[in-house]
């Protein structure tokens, strides 16, 4: 059965320029019954010691939440220097996700020249090796390090890191051609995104489900009814996870979108056998 989540990011309903800290946000995904929440380290938390870790999970765990993944930070495009920096972060992310109990972290990767995939192939496989050993599994999540990632871009990549512990965390909006590259709805529609995700379904054990247009109670930009019955044709049992980022493109606020949201998802999912 797939599950429901969303990734803590929201932003304070009376400012509306400040994100809620994770405390409010594990509340609020309790008091909408979700699954499962996701957590970036660099958004929305105050602090990021081990008592205050030890606090969030406890808080999880009395709600019946589990943590699906947690962001390990940025692509491996850049200077030696910067590639060791991210290396570190990641292995530094997949050490918090042992402390919270998270089975993956993700690292956003896309599509990029000849000339750096090489060191790129490289560091996801020290990070890999390094996760192993932890029990962790390593996600790829769609974002352009250079380019937005086509379905053989992420085939390729997981071909080439060639570790068990490589996994694929599908981004309903992060692909070439798609409206969550170039948002308002000026996207190129020549271009048949959803034919990347039937390509990588088969290897995604996450998907993130981008919403921007929800305000009339339904996603306007992603056809979700078509990304459930992809999922559904590969027998995919893991989580949907919403990633709300309709702040510029839906008349609601953050909670509204995410709960209108949670709403239509998982009635689609009732729906779609």
Known sequence: MIKLGSFSFAYDRETSSQLVDPETFIDFAHSLKLDAIDFALDKGFPRTDLDYLMDLKLACLSRGLSIGFIDGGGSFVGTDDELIQRVQQAKDRIDTAVFLGAPMI????????????????????????????????????????????????????????????????????????????????????????????????????????????????????????????????????????????????????????ITLATNHLRKLLSDID
């Not at 993700?106 to 996760?131: F, H, K, N, S, W």
């Not at 493109?249 to 953050?254: E, F, I, L, R, V």
């Open 106 to 257: 993700l690292l956003a990767t896309g599509g990029v020249p000849e000339a750096i995939r090489p060191p790129m192939v490289r560091c996801y496989q020290e990070v890999c090796d390094y996760a192993i050993k932890r029990g962790i599994m390593v996600g790829m999540r769609g974002h352009a390090p250079v380019t937005e990632p086509t379905g053989e871009d992420i085939l390729r990549l997981h071909r080439d890191v060639n570790r068990e512990n490589f996994t694929f965390s599908m981004d309903t909006g992060r692909w070439v051609g798609s409206p969550g590259v170039t948002p308002k709805g000026q996207w190129d529609r020549s271009i048949d995104f959803y034919e990347f995700m039937e390509q990588t379904a088969p290897i995604a054990s996450y998907v993130r489900a981008k919403i921007f247009k929800i305000d009339k109670g339904w996603e306007e930009w992603f056809d979700y009814e078509r990304i459930i019955k992809i999922l559904r044709k590969v027998n995919y049992n893991g989580i949907l996870s919403i990633y709300y980022l309709g702040k510029n493109y839906s008349n609601c606020d953050d909670f509204e979108g």
